[in-house]
Each structure stands twice: as structure tokens, then as C-alpha cells.
């Protein structure tokens, strides 16, 4: 695909933007593309184009909108193998994992089917009646991350749409180009100016935020950036929906069987590289079955094959970018520097790629910055613990309450340790399995409002009470 094809989608044209930055291959270091820079009147004219289209989107039944929404899977998975190519050259990931994620987006756009608007009737007498409706913000700018970037745009971009919205879409610069492509295809089957794709640096998310013209940000992201974003929605009380970071604890009993239950906390930390964010960040081990559940941690990663997501057999690709490589050689710099035993596995290609070997470090302090701070890659704290109060505290011990998992035979057990965790979701004997429909609420500073299911529907919404008397008052 040549830097010609990638533009960005606003009141339903192609637009090439006149300044373009480039888009960087992580398996290799260098730019294989450009794309369009967005200028403040670029963005304006995205932003009159929503606010043209929005009324006439909300002003037809629910039903037909959700119809329309859910039609959208079929889209993506007519191009999936184009998508799935282009995710893995600007994101890193596997051709398998680029896949699966085309494959859940076009997923989540059809449980827009099951989704559904209330009105709720507080009060229906003879005398009065009182209801809840829901109804459109009206524009929302939806800002995206670089780790999942077409299934976050499905997140944001479906309830957005289903409520009533319409959406300026802004892609991570350092992943503009698949969600600049699959934009443009769902936008093309939607009323011109709905569905707007603008790409662009941290200007573009400044302005977007600032915009009068933008009712809502709904941003994932860091929670550092996430921050920025409310400080600057506030002078126009600008709703908000945040996704931030998470440190996100791994609690495993002693009862587990430690061959299979390592084996889904590796991956439940090192999926994706560990740029997930909801991976386990923090693995707390009883002190019973620590040394034979690290040694079958260190043994799984000794089997990974790291390396260039479009080669054959790669299980972990690259660092992303070269700013969070730079942050986990940095985190590791400082684990060195402490002492720290540390056991490396994995043998990365060399060269300019952001590429780092899986890294387990074996029973830090609780003040180590690798235990403290969110690492976002293939470097793993692992502790042991004794008791299962203690371990509680330790796992909430933290700005951050993103999710949490905790593993036992039996579940019970675990469910109740797991309604002592504040975060806002918790696996049990399992991580990252979840109905699509199922919502994800942060916790202090991991995030602000919900996402996904009905409950995530509502917040592209505002509410409008109207209560009626049924008879006028008569005259004495």
C-alpha cells in the first residue's frame, strides 16, 4: 500500500491533509509510510461536518440504527487480510494477534444488535407520570491508542453512533493507518460527515479537546494524558470518558496446578508484548509454590519466539515504539541497578527494531519501581506472599484499579478475595475473557466513567427527565 493511499475521512471525502508525518515500521526502526497531518481548519471542517449530519442520525428510530451499526461487521471482514497486513507493520503485533483484532472489532459491531436505549417510567399514576430518556450529546471526539487501535475504534465508535452521535475519530500517531483505512470503509456505508477520521499528533487531541464544537471526549489511553484531557474539557464542562493505565495485580493461591496456571499468567502478562492494559502487571505467588511457579514462568518464556510480526511462527513482536522502549530499558536499567535477580529468556532480533527479551524479575521489594510504576512490556515483577489479608492490601496498595485476576482451585475462595480488590473488573481463573458486552470501569486514577455493554452505551448520552401532570390544576 503506497503513502498515497492514506488520507483522512471527513464529510464522507478522502482528504489529503497538506503536511504529513511518517509512520514507523517497530520491527525495523524505519518509516515505510506518511500520514496526513491534520490542521486546526481541517479538523473545524470535520467537526462542521458531524455537526451536520448528527440531527438527521438522531432523529431516526433506535432500531434502525443499531441496525445500521451491526451491519458495519461485514466490512471489516471483507477486508480483513489487507487490515490484518497493515495493523502488523504499524502496531508490531503477529499477523495471528492483528487478526484477532479485525476479528473482535467486526465482533463488537455486531453485538450492537443486543444493545439497547431505556426509558425508564419512575412513576405512572393517575396523576402523573415520570420518565428517564436518553438522549444524544451530539458530537464526540474519540482519541485512540496505539496498542489496540482498530478494536479500541470499534469501542468508541459503536456506542457513539447507536446513541445518537456523531463521531471525529483521531487515531495514535504512532498507528494512523489502519483505522485511516477501515474509517473510510465503514464511513463510506454511513451518511457523509457521521463517521469523520482525522490523524494527527498532540496538537490534534489539544485541539479536539478544546473544541466548541465537540461535546464529549472519549479517550484510552495514559492516565498522565488522561489528565491533560479533563483539565482541558473543563472550560466548556465537555463530558468525558477516560480509559487510563492500570497496575494491575495477578493473585495466585497455593492450591492452583502451577504447570496450567502459569502458563495463562504468562500470556496474561505477556500478550501483546505486555502492552495490554489490562495485563497482569504484578504477580503475587504464595511463598508454598513460589520457586516451582517462577521456574515454569521462566520455562514458558524460554519457549517464546520473538521477532518480526510478519514472519512465520513470531509469538511476541516488537516494542511498539521507541518511547515505551526506551521506558522498559529504562525500568530494567533500574532493576539492575538494585540488584535484583532477574531471569531473561527469549532471543530478539537485533538490529533497529524496539525488540526486548522477556524479562521476570524474581521477588522485588514493594517499592521497586517495576512493582510500583506500570511497565506496558516484557518485564515482570513476580513476589511472594504468605498471607492472604496482607496480599490483599498489597495488590490494592495503588493510585491504580484498572482489573486484577486471582487463581484457585477453588473459586469460591477466590471470588472472595476478588470482591476485596478495588478495581474495576476481576478475573477469576481466567484474564482478558470477557462477553464483549460486559462493561470496564477504572478505579482512581485508571479511569473515569464506563465502556462497553449498556452500561458503556449510556455514557454517550445525557439523560432528560420530563415528568407530566395529567390534569391541570382548576381554577378555585
Same mark, same amino acid.
Given at each position: 500500500?503506497?503513502?498515497?493511499?492514506?488520507? /483522512?475521512?471527513? #464529510?464522507? !471525502? *478522502? &482528504?489529503?491533509?497538506?503536511?504529513?508525518?511518517?509512520?514507523?515500521?517497530?520491527?525495523?526502526?524505519?518509516?515505510?509510510?506518511?500520514?496526513?497531518?491534520?490542521? !486546526?481548519?481541517?479538523?473545524?471542517?470535520? +467537526?462542521?461536518? *458531524?455537526? !451536520?449530519?448528527?440531527?438527521?442520525?438522531?432523529?431516526?428510530?433506535?432500531?434502525?440504527?443499531?441496525?445500521?451499526?451491526?451491519?458495519?461487521?461485514?466490512?471489516?471482514?471483507?477486508?480483513?487480510?489487507?487490515?490484518?497486513?497493515?495493523?502488523?507493520?504499524?502496531?508490531?503485533?503477529?499477523? @495471528?494477534?492483528?487478526?484477532?483484532?479485525?476479528?473482535?472489532? *467486526?465482533?463488537?459491531? /455486531?453485538?450492537?444488535?443486543? %444493545?439497547?436505549?431505556?426509558?425508564?417510567?419512575?412513576?405512572?399514576?393517575? #396523576?402523573?407520570?415520570?420518565?428517564?430518556?436518553?438522549?444524544?450529546?451530539?458530537?464526540? @471526539?474519540?482519541?485512540?491508542?496505539? $496498542?489496540?487501535?482498530?478494536?479500541?475504534?470499534?469501542?468508541?465508535?459503536?456506542?457513539?453512533?447507536?446513541?445518537?452521535?456523531?463521531?471525529?475519530?483521531?487515531?495514535?500517531?504512532?498507528?494512523?493507518?489502519?483505522?485511516?483505512?477501515?474509517?473510510?470503509?465503514?464511513?463510506?456505508?454511513?451518511?457523509?460527515?457521521? %463517521? $469523520?477520521? +482525522?490523524? =494527527?499528533?498532540?496538537?490534534?487531541?489539544?485541539?479536539?479537546?478544546?473544541?466548541?464544537?465537540?461535546?464529549?471526549?472519549?479517550?484510552?489511553?495514559?492516565?498522565?494524558?488522561?489528565?491533560?484531557? /479533563?483539565?482541558?474539557?473543563?472550560?466548556?464542562?465537555? !463530558?468525558?470518558?477516560?480509559?487510563? @493505565? =492500570?497496575?494491575?495485580?495477578?493473585?495466585?493461591?497455593?492450591?492452583?496446578?502451577?504447570? *496450567?496456571?502459569?502458563?495463562? +499468567?504468562?500470556?496474561?502478562?505477556?500478550? $501483546?508484548?505486555?502492552?495490554?492494559?489490562?495485563?497482569?502487571?504484578?504477580?503475587? &505467588?504464595?511463598? #508454598?509454590?513460589?520457586?516451582?511457579?517462577?521456574?515454569? %514462568?521462566?520455562?514458558?518464556?524460554?519457549?517464546?519466539?520473538?521477532?518480526?510480526?510478519? /514472519?512465520?511462527?513470531?509469538?511476541?513482536?516488537?516494542?511498539?515504539?521507541?518511547?515505551?522502549?526506551?521506558?522498559?530499558?529504562?525500568?530494567?536499567?533500574?532493576?539492575?541497578?538494585?540488584?535484583?535477580?532477574?531471569?531473561?529468556?527469549?532471543?530478539?532480533?537485533?538490529?533497529?527494531?524496539?525488540?526486548?527479551?522477556?524479562?521476570?524479575?524474581?521477588?522485588?521489594?514493594?517499592?521497586?519501581?517495576?512493582?510500583?510504576?506500570?511497565?506496558?512490556?516484557?518485564?515482570?515483577?513476580?513476589?511472594?506472599?504468605?498471607?492472604?489479608?496482607?496480599?490483599?492490601?498489597?495488590?490494592?496498595?495503588?493510585?491504580?484499579?484498572?482489573?486484577?485476576? &486471582?487463581?484457585?482451585?477453588?473459586?469460591?475462595?477466590?471470588?472472595?478475595?476478588?470482591?476485596?480488590?478495588?478495581? =474495576?473488573?476481576?478475573?477469576?481463573?481466567?484474564?482478558?475473557?470477557?462477553?464483549?458486552?460486559?462493561?470496564?470501569? @477504572?478505579?482512581?486514577?485508571?479511569?473515569?466513567?464506563?465502556?462497553?455493554?449498556?452500561?458503556?452505551?449510556?455514557?454517550?448520552?445525557?439523560?432528560?427527565?420530563?415528568?407530566?401532570?395529567?390534569?391541570?390544576?382548576?381554577?378555585?
Amino acid at each position: 500500500m503506497s503513502a498515497e493511499s492514506f488520507a /483522512m475521512t471527513i #464529510d464522507g !471525502r *478522502a &482528504v489529503a491533509a497538506e503536511s504529513t508525518f511518517d509512520v514507523i515500521n517497530p520491527a525495523t526502526g524505519a518509516a515505510f509510510a506518511k500520514a496526513p497531518d491534520c490542521s !486546526r481548519a481541517e479538523l473545524d471542517e470535520a +467537526v462542521a461536518a *458531524a455537526r !451536520r449530519a448528527q440531527p438527521a442520525w438522531a432523529a431516526l428510530p433506535f432500531e434502525q440504527r443499531r441496525e445500521k451499526v451491526a451491519a458495519l461487521s461485514k466490512i471489516l471482514e471483507a477486508n480483513l487480510d489487507p487490515l490484518m497486513r497493515l495493523l502488523t507493520q504499524e502496531n508490531g503485533k503477529p499477523h @495471528g494477534d492483528a487478526q484477532g483484532e479485525i476479528v473482535g472489532a *467486526a465482533y463488537y459491531f /455486531m453485538t450492537a444488535a443486543q %444493545l439497547s436505549l431505556p426509558i425508564d417510567v419512575l412513576e405512572d399514576d393517575d #396523576d402523573r407520570r415520570t420518565v428517564i430518556q436518553r438522549v444524544p450529546i451530539g458530537v464526540v @471526539g474519540a482519541i485512540l491508542p496505539w $496498542n489496540f487501535p482498530v478494536l479500541v475504534f470499534a469501542f468508541k465508535v459503536i456506542p457513539a453512533l447507536l446513541a445518537g452521535n456523531a463521531i471525529v475519530c483521531k487515531p495514535s500517531p504512532y498507528t494512523p493507518l489502519t483505522t485511516l483505512v477501515a474509517g473510510k470503509l465503514l464511513a463510506d456505508a454511513l451518511p457523509p460527515g457521521l %463517521l $469523520n477520521i +482525522v490523524s =494527527g499528533g498532540n496538537d490534534l487531541g489539544a485541539w479536539m479537546t478544546a473544541h466548541p464544537g465537540i461535546d464529549k471526549i472519549a479517550f484510552t489511553g495514559s492516565s498522565a494524558t488522561g489528565k491533560k484531557i /479533563m483539565a482541558g474539557a473543563a472550560d466548556g464542562v465537555k !463530558r468525558i470518558s477516560l480509559e487510563l @493505565g =492500570g497496575n494491575d495485580p495477578a493473585i495466585v493461591l497455593p492450591d492452583v496446578d502451577v504447570e *496450567a496456571t502459569s502458563q495463562r +499468567v504468562f500470556w496474561g502478562a505477556f500478550a $501483546n508484548n505486555g502492552q495490554i492494559c489490562a495485563a497482569a502487571k504484578r504477580v503475587y &505467588v504464595h511463598e #508454598d509454590i513460589y520457586d516451582g511457579f517462577l521456574k515454569a %514462568l521462566i520455562t514458558h518464556a524460554q519457549g517464546i519466539k520473538i521477532g518480526d510480526g510478519a /514472519m512465520q511462527g513470531v509469538q511476541i513482536g516488537p516494542l511498539q515504539n521507541k518511547m515505551q522502549y526506551d521506558k522498559v530499558k529504562e525500568l530494567t536499567a533500574d532493576c539492575i541497578a538494585n540488584g535484583y535477580r532477574m531471569h531473561v529468556a527469549g532471543d530478539p532480533p537485533t538490529g533497529a527494531g524496539y525488540f526486548l527479551p522477556i524479562t521476570i524479575v524474581d521477588n522485588p521489594p514493594d517499592d521497586a519501581r517495576i512493582v510500583v510504576e506500570e511497565q506496558f512490556g516484557p518485564l515482570l515483577p513476580v513476589m511472594k506472599y504468605r498471607d492472604e489479608a496482607d496480599v490483599i492490601r498489597r495488590a490494592n496498595d495503588s493510585p491504580y484499579g484498572l482489573s486484577a485476576s &486471582v487463581w484457585a482451585k477453588d473459586p469460591a475462595r477466590a471470588e472472595a478475595i476478588a470482591a476485596q480488590l478495588d478495581v =474495576g473488573y476481576v478475573y477469576v481463573n481466567t484474564i482478558h475473557e470477557q462477553p464483549l458486552t460486559a462493561p470496564i470501569a @477504572g478505579h482512581k486514577q485508571s479511569g473515569l466513567g464506563e465502556e462497553n455493554g449498556n452500561v458503556g452505551l449510556l455514557e454517550y448520552t445525557n439523560a432528560r427527565t420530563i415528568t407530566v401532570r395529567k390534569r391541570l390544576a382548576q381554577a378555585a
